[in-house]
């Protein structure tokens, strides 16, 4: 256990980093082999196209209007549907370029938590693996 009062030394940094650089040269090496065909990404992409470019936010092709199923972009889809047309407009409306958008916002999600951690001054184990949360 240190004694100097600082929560991360500078082996943890080189560690966090190294390990960062690791997954970002993972990602871009292999993005599109190994990823799956998920079904909702055409589904989504086209509600998401659909609502931002023709308006539209009800299914289409099926013509389902209701609540409680995949039926286009209703209440807080349509926020992530203006998010996503925004950035999608701009670089390129691409299945590649959505799993990039998604990365982007889980990496931020990941590094706000850890902010969160520290804030709430939790001990260095927990910031380096907040998998002890539970």
């Given at each position: 256990?240190?004694?100097?009062?600082?929560?991360?030394?500078?082996?943890?940094?080189?560690?966090?980093?190294?390990?960062?650089?690791?997954?970002?040269?993972?990602?871009?090496?292999?993005?599109?082999?190994?990823?799956?065909?998920?079904?909702?990404?055409?589904?989504?992409?086209?509600?998401?196209?659909?609502?931002?470019?023709?308006?539209?936010?009800h299914d289409v092709v099926f013509?389902?209007?209701?609540?409680?199923?995949y039926s286009g972009l209703v209440?807080?889809?349509?926020?992530?549907?203006?998010?996503?047309?925004?950035?999608?407009?701009?670089?390129?409306?691409?299945?590649?370029?959505?799993?990039?958008?998604?990365?982007?916002?889980?990496?931020?999600?990941?590094?706000?938590?850890?902010?969160?951690?520290?804030?709430?001054?939790?001990?260095?184990?927990?910031?380096?693996?907040p998998g002890l949360l539970d």
């Open positions: 256990m240190r004694t100097t009062g600082k929560l991360l030394s500078k082996s943890d940094y080189w560690i966090i980093g190294a390990f960062s650089i690791a997954i970002v040269l993972t990602y871009f090496l292999l993005h599109d082999i190994y990823r799956p065909n998920n079904y909702d990404d055409p589904g989504f992409l086209s509600f998401v196209y659909n609502y931002f470019n023709r308006g539209i936010a013509g389902s209007t209701h609540q409680d199923g209440l807080f889809g349509k926020t992530c549907g203006y998010l996503y047309g925004s950035v999608l407009s701009l670089v390129g409306w691409t299945r590649s370029n959505s799993h990039l958008i998604s990365i982007v916002l889980v990496s931020l999600s990941a590094f706000l938590w850890y902010r969160i951690i520290f804030e709430l001054k939790f001990s260095p184990e927990i910031l380096r693996d």
